[in-house]
């Protein structure tokens, strides 16, 4: 019997999130991993400032190598115009 479209998303969907997407970690991850407390990047996504997240259903998760591009200083140019400090 042929596995359907909707089989295939199921058993996706049970995946961990490591197998089903190894460059996507989960904000608390990403903070743990950096240093900072969820709370923060998820004020900084909110803002525009953390540009590395994602929004994939009704969750929010970090592209590694964004995230890697981000913190380097490696971002387009509007991701660094956002995390420059503003001058009045």
Request: aromatic residues 4%.
């Amino acid at each position: 019997m042929p596995t359907t479209s909707a089989q295939s998303l199921a058993a996706i969907k049970r995946l961990p999130d490591q197998l089903a997407a190894p460059d996507l970690i989960s904000v608390p991850d990403t903070a743990r991993r950096i240093g900072l407390h969820a709370d923060t990047l998820y004020r900084l996504r909110r803002t525009g400032q953390f540009t590395p997240a994602i929004h994939i259903g009704g969750r929010w998760k970090v592209s590694v190598p964004r995230l890697e591009r981000y913190l380097h200083g490696e971002g387009s140019i509007s991701d660094k115009q956002s995390v420059q400090p503003q001058h009045g």
